[in-house]
C-alpha cells in the first residue's frame, strides 16, 4: 500500500513555475512515435507486417514488465480492466492494421490519416461517453494543428511514385488503426476515472503502458498464430506486405531496427502517452501527437536522404502554431 501511495504522488506531482508537465509526455510520445514509424517501415518490408508487429509486442511485454513487477503495480490495480480492453482494441486491432497500412500507403500518409483523424473521433466519444467536454477556443486550436498537417503532407498534383496496387485496402487499414488508437485512448482515459473513483491508485504510466500491452499480446499472437497456419496450407508469402525490391539487410541490422522500434514505439512512446493521458484529456493531447508526421520530416531526411517542401514548412508553422495555442489555452498557469 505504501508503494502504491508513493506511485500515486510521484504521477501526479506538478511542477513549479509556468512549466506544464501534461504537454511534456505528449511532446515527447510525438518524438518517440516518429521514430517509431520509420523503423516499423524498415521492419516491415523485411519481416512482414504480422510478423513484425508480434515480434515488437513480444519484447516490449518484456522491457514492460521488468518494470511493472519490479517497481510498479504489476498487474494489481482498479484499472487495470479497462487499460486491458485498451490495449486489446489499441495494441491489438489497431497495430495490426497500422502494420498492415504500411506498405501501402506509406508511413507519412498512413500516420497522418491515424493521428489526424483520431483526434476529433476521441474527442467526440469521450463527450458521449465520458461527460468531458471541448472549448471554442480549443476546438479551433485544434482544427488549426489539424489543417496545419494535411496542407503539409496532402498530395500534390504530381505523384512521387505510383501506388500501392493495394492503396484502398490500406485506406480501410488505416481507418480501422485509426478507431483503434482513439478508442483506446478514450478507454485508457475511463481506467484512469475508475481508479479514482474506487479510491484506488491510478499505476504508473510504464505499468499502465505494461498492463494496456496484454490484450495487444493476445490478438497480435492470434493473428500471428493465423497466419502461420495459412502460410503452412497456402505456402504462399504475406501478401502486400514484403517489397521485394528493397535491399538485403543483416541479421544485426533487422535486430537493430526491431529493437528501436520496440523502444520508441510500445515502451517509452507509449508509456509517455499514458503519462499524458493520466493529466489531460484526450482532445488535447491527441492533437500534439498529431504532428508526428511532421516530425518525421526531418528526421526522414537526415535517415533517408528525402527533401522537405514549401509546402510541408508552411504546414509545419501552422500545426505548431496551434499546437503551442492549444497548450497555453489549456494550462494558462
Not at 516491415?44 to 514488465?65: D, Y
Not at 517497481?71 to 489499441?90: C, D, I, N
Not at 485509426?178 to 475511463?190: E, I
Not at 514484403?242 to 520496440?262: C, F, K, L
Amino acid at each position: 500500500m505504501r508503494r502504491a501511495t508513493l506511485q500515486w504522488r510521484v504521477t501526479r506531482k506538478r511542477l513549479p513555475g509556468n512549466y506544464s508537465p501534461p504537454m511534456l509526455p505528449a511532446f515527447l510520445s510525438t518524438i518517440l512515435y516518429s521514430f517509431s514509424a520509420l523503423f516499423a517501415q524498415r521492419t516491415t518490408r523485411v519481416l512482414g507486417g504480422i510478423t513484425a508487429n508480434f515480434v515488437r509486442l513480444v519484447l516490449a511485454t518484456l522491457l514492460l514488465g521488468l518494470w511493472a513487477h519490479g517497481w510498479g503495480m504489476g498487474f494489481h490495480g482498479p484499472a487495470q480492466p479497462w487499460l486491458f480492453v485498451s490495449g486489446l482494441v489499441g495494441f491489438g486491432i489497431g497495430d495490426v492494421a497500422l502494420f498492415q497500412g504500411y506498405p501501402r500507403l506509406g508511413s507519412r500518409l498512413l500516420i497522418m490519416m491515424v493521428h489526424c483523424l483520431a483526434t476529433p473521433t476521441a474527442a467526440v466519444v469521450e463527450y458521449a461517453w465520458l461527460g468531458t467536454t471541448l472549448t471554442a477556443a480549443q476546438v479551433l486550436c485544434i482544427l488549426a494543428s489539424i489543417s496545419g498537417v494535411a496542407l503539409a503532407l496532402a498530395p500534390g498534383g504530381r505523384q512521387s511514385q505510383p501506388r500501392h496496387p493495394e492503396f484502398r485496402l490500406g485506406l480501410l487499414f488505416g481507418l480501422i488503426a485509426m478507431l483503434g488508437q482513439s478508442l483506446g485512448a478514450v478507454f485508457s482515459r475511463k481506467a484512469n476515472s475508475v481508479a479514482l473513483a474506487l479510491g484506488g491508485p491510478v499505476p504508473d504510466c510504464i505499468t499502465a503502458a505494461y498492463q494496456r500491452i496484454w490484450g495487444g499480446l493476445l490478438v497480435a499472437t492470434l493473428t500471428y498464430i493465423l497466419f502461420l497456419i495459412r502460410r503452412r496450407i497456402t505456402r504462399g508469402e504475406d501478401s502486400g506486405i514484403r517489397q521485394g525490391n528493397e535491399p538485403a539487410a543483416t541479421r544485426s541490422q533487422i535486430a537493430g531496427w526491431v529493437v528501436a522500434n520496440t523502444l520508441a514505439g510500445p515502451v517509452l512512446g507509449v508509456s509517455c502517452f499514458q503519462w499524458a493521458l493520466a493529466n489531460e484529456k484526450t482532445g488535447v493531447v491527441l492533437p500534439i501527437v498529431a504532428l508526428t508526421p511532421l516530425v518525421i520530416i526531418p528526421i526522414a531526411h537526415w535517415m533517408e536522404g528525402e527533401k522537405t517542401s514549401r509546402r510541408e514548412i508552411l504546414g509545419g508553422g501552422i500545426a505548431v502554431a496551434g499546437v503551442a495555442a492549444l497548450a497555453r489555452i489549456s494550462h494558462p498557469g
